[in-house]
T-cell receptor, first 115, second 117 residues
C-alpha cells in the first residue's frame, strides 16, 4: 500500500516570492509521482509527473519538482509565484507494480499568494 | 473540448433518493476511474473500469454504490439511498491504456458536487 503526506495544509506567500510545497510518500514498491493543481470548483489539472530518468522534473506554469528516493520526497517548487497560482495542490503516487492503476493522494496544500 | 466531461456539475438529493453521476472519458480513452473528495480531504480512489469490465473496486463502499462503463455511452456512478455522509465531490478520470495497459496518465474531469439534504 502507498501513502502520501503533505505536511503543510496552507502556505501563504507574497507575490514574486519563491515557494516550496512539501510531499513525502511511503511505499513498499517503486512508484510514479505526480503533482496536480485544483482551482476553486474545478477538476484537477496535471502539473508534472516523474516516471523515470532525471530526478528534476519541469512542469507547466513554471513549476518544477525533484524526486529524492532516499528521502522519499517529491517537493514542488516555483522560483517566483503569481497571484494566479493561488489554488490547492495535490501530490499523488501510483505503484509501478500491483495496486492497480489507482492514484493515492495527499490531503492537499492550499497555496495562497498575496500582494 | 476533448477533455473529460462530467454531468451534472451539481446535484442535490434528499436522503433516501438515488444519485446518478455520469462521466464521458477523453476521446480515445478506454479506462475510467472514479474518486471521491470529502470536505477538507484529498481524493480517495473508488473504482477503476474499462469498457464493460470492473478492474478494481477496492475503494468502493460495500453497499449502495455501484459503477458501470458500458460498451456505448458514459460511465455511471450510482449511489442508492443516499445519506448525508455521501455529500462530496466525485471526480472522474480517464486514461488511454496504451502504456502497456497500465500506469498511463490520468486526466480529470471537473467533478460532480453532490449535496444530500
Amino acid at each position: 500500500a502507498q501513502s502520501v503526506t503533505q505536511l503543510d495544509s496552507q502556505v501563504p506567500v507574497f507575490e514574486e516570492a519563491p515557494v516550496e510545497l512539501r510531499c513525502n510518500y511511503s511505499s513498499s514498491v517503486s512508484v510514479y509521482l505526480f503533482w496536480y493543481v485544483q482551482y476553486p470548483n474545478q477538476g484537477l489539472q496535471l502539473l508534472l509527473k516523474y516516471l523515470s530518468g532525471s530526478t528534476l522534473v519541469k512542469g507547466i506554469n513554471g513549476f518544477e519538482a525533484e524526486f529524492n528516493k532516499s528521502q522519499t520526497s517529491f517537493h514542488l517548487r516555483k522560483p517566483s509565484v503569481h497571484i494566479s497560482d493561488t489554488a490547492e495542490y495535490f501530490c499523488a503516487v501510483q505503484a509501478l507494480t500491483g495496486g492497480g492503476n489507482k492514484l493515492t493522494f495527499g490531503t492537499g496544500t492550499q497555496l495562497k499568494v498575496e500582494l | 473540448n476533448a477533455g473529460v466531461m462530467q454531468n451534472p456539475r451539481h446535484l442535490v438529493r434528499r436522503r433516501g433518493q438515488e444519485a446518478r453521476l455520469r462521466c464521458s472519458p477523453m476521446k480515445g480513452h478506454s479506462h475510467v476511474y472514479w474518486y471521491r473528495q470529502l470536505p477538507e480531504e484529498g481524493l480517495k480512489f473508488m473504482v477503476y473500469l474499462q469498457k464493460e469490465n470492473i478492474i478494481d473496486e477496492s475503494g468502493m463502499p460495500k453497499e449502495r454504490f455501484s459503477a458501470e462503463f458500458p460498451k456505448e455511452g458514459p460511465s455511471i456512478l450510482r449511489i442508492q439511498q443516499v445519506v448525508r455522509g455521501d455529500s462530496a465531490a466525485y471526480f472522474c478520470a480517464s486514461s488511454s491504456g496504451t502504456s502497456g495497459g497500465s500506469r498511463d496518465t490520468q486526466y480529470f474531469g471537473p467533478g460532480t458536487r453532490l449535496t444530500v439534504l
